[in-house]
């Protein structure tokens, strides 16, 4: 192995360069000035930037992708229904429509891109089933979008889009976030785009926009008034995380081209690696690789290579997309009356998918030379383990 001194690679790195920060002391001084901390000019401009990105008439910033997916739960009035949602998948999904008033029912996924295996999504519908959420799951849209959206005609339910992962992932040129009825966005900082905290709705349909505006000011129809014709809540997104996601649309091109580019050069690196399986998309999928997930042979323990990384390596893996189906949470031993899932419903997909899969350090700022000791660590680790 080349013998490279890092003193750390992190799960995460994000740098700001000199003009960045020249641009977000500017954009500051000018909110300052404008007497106005949320809801103005930054936010409708990066509303605007957003929905031309994504190709969708609209798009509303809201305080949390979380949000963003409750505000279109509660737009489509689910609550007393069901709603489908992949077990693989953060807890935000599920608990978004909970919280919108609908009853969960999941579905096992497909390992080859961590999506909801359709076979399983036509046994689990029932007569009070009004939508299904798939998840991009670490920026890959599904190989089988295709046949789930066509089983949703179908059985006329509708889809929406948890996109937290996706920004900038397309499938046969059409992008993430305008494939369903309405999108999701996430803007943590973790994702592919961050402004630190918040959301986006994206949309095209005329009559989620326009209750997504009321809902998200505490259902004023008219934010100058105090009169109140919707169940709202505080899901406003401030001119600050704004400024924050300006900057990220002028870059997003170049983040998700870096991303692309360090995820081809690991496929290359890790072709062939014994007891070593990458997730692949697709030539007309294209990923921004919100993640980098790989399988791992069953003879290996995968907290063991994370813990030899860190400690011999001083290399830190980000999280899984996910450890722990959300089925197996324990949140519902306490509360199973949100969920219709028949006990002695099978996930043989996310067992396959939660005991199997790593993901190695992504980001934009990772150098070629990082990525190769990665790989090379990586290496050195699992012959150590055969």
Not at 156 to 177: C, P, T
Not at 270 to 285: A, F, R
Request: hydrophobic fraction near 40%; include cysteine.
């Amino acid at each position: 192995m080349k013998e490279l001194n890092y003193p750390e690679i992190p799960l995460l790195r994000l740098q700001y360069t000199e003009e960045d920060i020249s641009f977000i002391k500017s954009g500051i001084a000018e909110i300052m000035t404008s007497g106005y901390l949320t809801m103005d000019k930054k936010v409708r401009d990066f509303e605007k930037q957003f929905s031309e990105f994504v190709g969708v008439k609209y798009a509303i910033g809201v305080n949390s992708g979380t949000s963003a997916l409750e505000i279109i739960l509660r737009a489509l009035n689910v609550a007393g229904k069901s709603v489908i949602i992949p077990t693989i998948t953060f807890m935000a999904t599920p608990l978004a429509a909970i919280h919108a008033g609908a009853k969960i029912i999941f579905v096992d996924v497909l390992p080859e891109d961590l999506s909801i295996d359709p076979e399983d999504l036509k046994r689990k519908i029932r007569h009070d089933t009004i939508g299904v959420i798939p998840v991009h799951i670490g920026g890959i849209i599904s190989s089988s979008w295709k046949k789930i959206c066509e089983i949703c005609v179908e059985n006329n339910l509708l889809v929406i889009e948890d996109a937290a992962h996706a920004h900038g992932a397309s499938i046969d040129g059409k992008m993430a976030g305008s494939l369903g009825i309405a999108g999701a966005f996430s803007f943590y900082p973790t994702k592919v785009l961050t402004t630190a905290e918040g959301g986006m709705i994206t949309t095209n349909d005329d009559r989620i926009y326009d209750l997504s505006m009321v809902l998200r000011e505490h259902g004023k129809e008219n934010p100058n008034f105090n009169l109140h014709t919707e169940l709202g809540y505080n899901w406003r997104f401030s001119e600050i995380h704004a400024l924050l996601g300006l900057l990220e649309m002028e870059k997003c091109d170049s983040i998700i081209s870096q991303r692309r580019r360090l995820a081809k050069l690991y496929d290359q690196l890790l072709d062939n690696v014994p007891g070593v399986k990458c997730v692949t998309t697709p030539e007309n999928i294209v990923s921004p690789y919100y993640k980098y997930i790989i399988y791992l042979d069953k003879n290996f323990e995968k907290e063991i290579i994370k813990l030899k990384l860190k400690e011999d390596f001083n290399i830190s893996l980000p999280g899984e997309v996910y450890r722990e189906p959300c089925h197996n949470q324990p949140v519902f031993k306490k509360h199973p009356e949100w969920i219709l899932n028949d006990p002695e419903d099978q996930f043989p997909g996310a067992h396959y998918v939660s005991t199997r899969q790593i993901c190695l350090p992504l980001y934009p700022s990772l150098t070629d030379d990082e990525l190769r000791y990665v790989v090379d660590s990586f290496k050195v680790v699992l012959e150590s383990l055969n």
